[in-house]
């Protein structure tokens, strides 16, 4: 008799035997998960991902059609991955000289969303809450709570945990219109007030 799995894979999908795959997990068309990767319960995998030896999903992550997470990435709890943004994990590579030991690594925060077709090139962290617009390209650092566009990527604002930009007053609070949570921004950072 085989054994059940706590996940759902489409028969077009592929999971190599060393992969940990969470209980609720649902893996779409075309998609390959390699040994070593680690995919968080109740995520999301599109069409056409491929998640590389030693990535790492927390809970409830969503990655949506055509991305590939390369060895590096390290993804927090319910993070969003737009359509086809795209990752790196070698800073300056080339097809004659094997990198494999320069791996930089790439850390989404809790909540962050990266938006459709933006690029993220390896060794700088998001921060947790933070949204990276469309077709941004990030080449540093990401605050968290950091609303940031362009290419290179640029701040333009402050997002709050529900993805809503904030609105600052002249104390330097602000509320999410969505969850009437409340943020202050001091010192060059977003903070939720408790």
Known sequence: MME???YFAHE????????CVGAGTKV????????????????????NV????????????????NVSLYTGVICEDDVFL??????????????AFVRRDQYRATRIGKGATIGANATLVCGHDIGAYAFVGAGTVVVDEVPPHALVVG?????IGWVSR????LEFNEKGLALCPETGETYCLQDGRVYQVE
């Open 4 to 6: 059940e799995k706590a």
């Open 12 to 19: 077009t999908a592929v999971i190599d035997e060393g992969a």
């Open 28 to 47: 779409w068309h075309f998609s390959h998960l390699m040994p070593g990767c680690q995919v968080g319960p109740g995520c999301n995998i599109g069409q």
């Open 50 to 65: 491929v998640i590389s030896p030693e990535v790492i999903l927390g809970r409830n992550v969503k990655v949506q059609n």
């Open 82 to 95: 737009g359509p086809s943004c795209v990752f790196t994990n070698v800073i300056n590579p080339r097809s």
């Open 151 to 155: 290419n290179p990527a640029r701040q």
């Open 162 to 165: 529900a993805g809503h930009r």
